[in-house]
Nanobody
Framework: QVQLVESGGGSVETGGSLRLSCTAS????????VGWLRQAPGKEREEVAAIYTGDGSTYYADSAKGRFTISQDDAKNTVYLQMSSLKVEDTAMYYC?????????????????RGQGTQVTVSS
């Protein structure tokens, strides 16, 4: 099992930036796949980015490509999500998640563990 703690959410205007952090209770290399998920009111939870912690391979949903960057800091057991050029439609609760096995990326429903979430609100 792993505990995940997110931070860094907040309110920004369209075009702004935020950096989310996810600190894990285990070494990142032992977690295989770490993803950032988001869920907006009335919508299903979706994976927006994922990183395979063994080799740093990354994946982005189409909505995140070119604007979001996922990265890891092994020394801090932390995965980051740098978000730029934010849009109103990026407004959601963002969760850090990890799961059993090596599949990466994966469906949001396939993650076994996730944090409490951090709210991101983008206003026009």
């Amino acid at each position: 099992q792993v505990q995940l703690v997110e931070s860094g959410g907040g309110s920004v205007e369209t075009g702004g930036s935020l950096r989310l952090s996810c600190t894990a209770s285990r070494y990142l290399y032992s977690m295989n796949c770490v993803g950032w998920l988001r869920q907006a009111p009335g919508k299903e939870r979706e994976e927006v980015a994922a990183i395979y912690t063994g080799d740093g391979s990354t994946y982005y949903a189409d909505s995140a490509k070119g604007r979001f960057t996922i990265s890891q800091d092994d020394a801090k057991n932390t995965v980051y999500l740098q978000m730029s050029s934010l849009k109103v439609e990026d407004t959601a609760m963002y969760y850090c998640a990890s799961g059993l096995g090596t599949r990466c990326p994966r469906l949001a429903s396939e993650y076994n563990y996730r944090g409490q979430g951090t709210q991101v609100t983008v206003s026009s």
